[in-house]
């Protein structure tokens, strides 16, 4: 028997609200993504360094550590440095939205959180993983 298992992408999420951690989850689940969640910045970082996320939805407004001290942190080390990371914040203004991209991050998500959004940004950037894993491939 010829049995082929299909990769499922690794999804990271950090929030420091549970309510916020569920309403994604519930977004994504179904969607051949396995979940993680984490509910700090240093839990965050704990997981990447172990586990290198394919994606990590994270949360800018936290206790501790903000999500953009954590991005510059997995930024500066080799093993967690190409992980893509998607901020989530209710701080739509310029300076933030700008500080996230110069900070290494690849698109930011607004709260409320819009469901049709969240699916097609995570659909992308994986897509994109993908593509940089596999340059010249096309879809398989």
Do not use: W
């Not at 509910?39 to 970082?45: I, M």
């Not at 997981?47 to 942190?73: H, N, Q, T, W, Y």
């Amino acid at each position: 028997m010829n049995v082929t298992q299909e990769y499922r992408p690794l999804i990271l999420i950090v929030d420091d609200a549970p309510a916020s951690i569920k309403v994604i989850a519930n977004i994504l689940d179904g969607n051949g993504y396995r979940l993680a969640l984490a509910e700090s910045g240093a839990d965050a970082l704990s997981f990447s360094a172990e586990r290198a996320p394919d994606l990590i939805l994270l949360d800018i407004v936290m206790p501790d550590m903000d999500g953009f001290e954590v991005c510059r942190k997995l930024k500066e080390s080799d093993n967690t440095a190409s992980i893509p990371v998607i901020f989530l914040t209710g701080h739509a203004d310029s300076s933030s939205v700008t500080r996230s991209y110069d900070l290494g991050g690849v698109d930011y998500i607004t709260k409320p959180f819009n469901a049709a959004e969240i699916k097609a940004k995570v659909k992308t950037h994986l897509e994109l993983v993908r593509l940089k894993k596999n340059p010249g491939n096309g879809k398989s």
